[in-house]
């Protein structure tokens, strides 16, 4: 069983940076391509970006390429978005997901973790 714990989410002012961390637990779990979605209120969930599991690949949403960052650490079996130049549209409960067969964007992802909420303000 693989389990997912995001962290790193707050409030944080238009122009700020932040990085969320995803901890990640799991045989095999250094295997698994992961991957970050989010949902903000009233919308649809939609990707942001993804790994694979031995991190030469990346993909990102046309929304956040080029202002975030999605990275991995195998040895720590932590995956990071590193988030720059955030916008309030930005806000939203950012979920971290994992998948032992799948990478990309969509949401073929077996495993979701809780989420953690990041809010911009203007």
């Known amino acids: 069983q693989v389990q997912l714990v995001e962290s790193g989410g707050g409030l944080v002012q238009a122009g700020d940076s932040l990085t969320l961390s995803c901890a990640a637990s799991?045989?095999?779990?250094?295997?698994?391509?992961m991957g970050w979605f989010r949902q903000a209120p009233g919308k649809e969930r939609e990707s942001v970006a993804a790994?694979?599991?031995?991190?030469?690949?990346?993909w990102y949403s046309e929304s956040v390429q080029g202002r975030f960052i999605i990275s991995r650490d195998n040895a720590k079996s932590t995956l990071y978005l590193q988030m720059n130049s955030l916008k309030p549209e930005d806000t939203a409960v950012y979920y971290c997901?994992?998948?032992?067969?799948?990478?990309?964007?969509?949401?073929?992802?077996?495993?979701w973790g809780q989420g953690t909420q990041v809010t911009v303000s203007s």
């Open positions: 799991g045989r095999r779990i250094n295997q698994y391509s």
């Open positions: 790994v694979r599991w031995a991190g030469d690949r990346t």
């Open positions: 997901v994992a998948d032992l067969y799948y990478s990309g964007l969509d949401e073929h992802y077996d495993y």
